[in-house]
């Protein structure tokens, strides 16, 4: 099956139309159901009389939409009604397949494999190794070389100390790996205390930004996994102390992480600057121009990911830092260097991932791992716990913090993995509502795009480009944003918005008095389309549009049938040899829900669902 996106002007379309016009004449001429005939010869499926057609405008008013029976507390459906942009309730046909794919319990990890050796209490280390049975070590990575240093203790005394010494005098990444013949111990340090002499009075005033991105997660499958986080975000609805902030029209800009993290970071939007999924970015991450401004205003910026920085995905590639030709130390040095270079003060715990990785015998999550756990523990929950002290030390230091955690526990072929997350992220908008100066983020870049539901239903493939978006700002921190940005950011949840609305609010606050006022803080137009934006095609609009383009079945059939023989064109051009031509030439047998739209002035863009067949 092919998704095609095609553009093409009005000339080529009115040629066209030309064409289908007489077919259309012809059919009702002879008044009798023809079967459709490929220009091939090939009998395709039969296609209704003309007099039988339906356009586009009457499909859309007989689909019948709902909401699943999800629970969408922050959506205003009346406030959205009018805007040019609509939402768009899922396809109601659709409801039955997505309780059929995503119920079924959570997968939980295997609490008899826990151990358990050391813990801090009260800033202090104790450690117990009745259990441990036999020689115990300790194992953390050296943040100057990238290495593990492993040491072996005599004693529980020995190896507490030792753990001690590393808190005090830093030079780690802020986790401990404790091992005996019984099991490992994954052992959370805290960073070595921030001193509050340094501090300054901007920096005491400055809004704390805490990202939580979620990695192919829909609004819609937000809402139908999380049901703990949904029922917390509920529960602050009537809060006198915290607003929170729903944008139920985020449009994803493309079904990838990276071009969206470069929206987001580096508020660069370059359709021309393409690349295949094996490869790399042609240009890297632009942390900089969001992160450095904040690091020189006195912010520390940390950046958490869940993957294996020496793998070939996440941020090491994102940078173009990735290199298998490299040493450990000097992939390090490298990766250091550009983190230098975006702003990034800490890594925290992100290295950790390679261990645990490891552990579950997979070198990333995306496939094949339906939990990633560590010692009876999920991963995230790992990340979570230091998140939540990293950012109780800024806070009770007064220093502000930016905090960047990309979560892939979403991100697998089921779908359902998302549903280990509920827990610690209800905990951690729990956490994070008291922290009266911090701005919480949490979103998505794209839905799912890869699995079961994309493949089998139109509302998978809606879904991939619909993605989540939610702010929580508690007082303070609408206190330091100001009464017009905070007007902006409500106003503005019924509106369209991308990633790239968001990187205007971060610059706003790393540099208020030169920050341009555009995105979500300035007032965003209730006329804004998709045809407004600039998004990396092949994408799907995800507003219900009131002036879809009508065209007929007929109509839309020749479509198929033109952009089928284009892409044969296209493939017969790269195979490098006429031999194969056989091979290339695609006949529609079918097509399935079309959306078009008008773009810019004198262009239609048509989204269409083909299913192709070889030559016999």
């Excluded at 953390?140 to 753990?163: F, K, V």
Aim: net charge positive.
């Amino acid at each position: 099956m092919d998704s095609l996106s095609i553009m093409y002007s009005r000339v080529r379309f009115k040629s066209i139309l030309i064409f289908t016009l007489i077919a259309i004449i012809f059919f009702t001429w002879l008044n009798i159901q023809l079967p459709v005939v490929s220009s091939k010869g090939k009998i395709l499926e039969k296609k209704p009389k003309s007099n039988e057609k339906k356009n586009l405008s009457q499909k859309s008013k007989e689909e019948s939409r709902t909401d699943c029976g999800i629970d969408l507390p922050y959506l205003n459906a009346g406030k959205l009604r009018g805007l040019a942009c609509e939402f768009k309730f899922p396809l109601e046909d659709s409801c039955k397949l997505t309780r059929s794919i995503f119920s079924g319990e959570v997968t939980q990890c295997d609490k008899s494999e826990k151990v358990s050796y050391c813990s801090l209490v009260a800033k202090d280390v104790k450690c117990d190794l009745v259990s441990c049975q036999g020689h115990v070590k300790s194992g953390y990575l050296n943040i100057a070389t990238g290495h593990m240093i492993w040491r072996e203790h005599q004693s529980p005394d020995r190896l507490s100390q030792a753990i001690r010494q590393l808190i005090d005098q830093g030079g780690h990444s802020n986790y401990v790996y404790i091992r005996c013949p019984a099991g490992t111990q994954l052992l959370i340090l805290p960073d070595k205390p921030v001193k509050r002499d340094h501090v300054t009075n901007e920096q005491r005033t400055s809004v704390s930004i805490n990202m939580l991105l979620l990695d192919s997660v829909s609004y819609f499958h937000f809402h139908r996994s999380l049901p703990k986080t949904v029922g917390k975000l509920k529960d602050l609805q009537h809060s006198a102390d915290v607003k929170v902030l729903s944008y139920p029209l985020f449009q994803s800009i493309k079904s990838r992480t990276f071009e969206n993290m470069q929206a987001l970071f580096g508020g660069v939007v370059d359709t021309k600057q393409t690349f295949s999924t094996q490869g790399s970015p042609k240009s890297p991450l632009l942390l900089q121009e969001t992160l450095q401004p904040l690091r020189d205003k006195g912010y520390e910026n940390l950046f958490l990911e869940d993957l294996c920085w020496t793998w070939e995905w996440g941020i090491s590639k994102d940078l173009l830092v990735h290199n298998k030709s490299l040493g450990r130390a000097e992939y390090w040095r490298n990766l250091w260097k550009a983190f230098h270079v975006g702003g990034i003060t800490s890594y925290g715990i992100s290295p950790a991932g390679c261990e645990v990785l490891l552990a579950n015998g997979k070198p990333d999550p995306f496939h094949g791992v339906p939990a990633v756990c560590y010692n009876g523990r999920y991963h995230h929950s790992y990340i979570f716990e230091y998140l939540a002290q990293y950012q109780q030390q800024r806070v009770d230091a007064g220093i502000p913090y930016t905090s960047f955690y990309g979560s892939n526990t979403p991100h697998d072929e089921d779908g359902t993995r998302i549903k280990t997350l509920d827990v610690d992220l209800a905990n951690h908008i729990e956490h994070v509502t008291k922290q009266t100066n911090t701005l919480t983020i949490i979103f998505s870049d794209h839905g799912n795009a890869y699995g079961t539901f994309p493949q089998s239903h139109q509302q998978g493939r809606d879904e991939t480009y619909h993605p989540i978006f939610y702010m929580i700002v508690p007082k303070g921190a609408q206190l330091n944003l100001g009464e017009e940005v905070m007007r902006n950011l409500i106003a503005n949840q019924g509106r369209l918005v991308t990633m790239l609305d968001i990187h205007y609010l971060l610059k706003y606050i790393a540099t208020p008095a030169k920050a341009v006022r555009e995105g979500l803080v300035s007032t965003l137009s209730p006329e804004r389309t998709c045809q407004d934006l600039t998004l990396y095609q092949p994408n799907i609009c995800i507003c219900n549009l009131k002036d879809e383009i009508v065209l007929s079945d007929v109509e839309l059939f020749l479509l198929a049938e033109f952009a089928s023989a284009q892409i044969s064109k296209s493939m017969m051009e790269n195979s490098g040899g006429a031999q194969n031509m056989k091979c290339y030439l695609l006949l529609p047998v079918n097509y399935s829900h079309t959306s078009i739209t008008t773009r810019k002035v004198s262009i239609l863009l048509l989204y269409i669902v083909v299913r192709v067949a070889n030559l016999p």
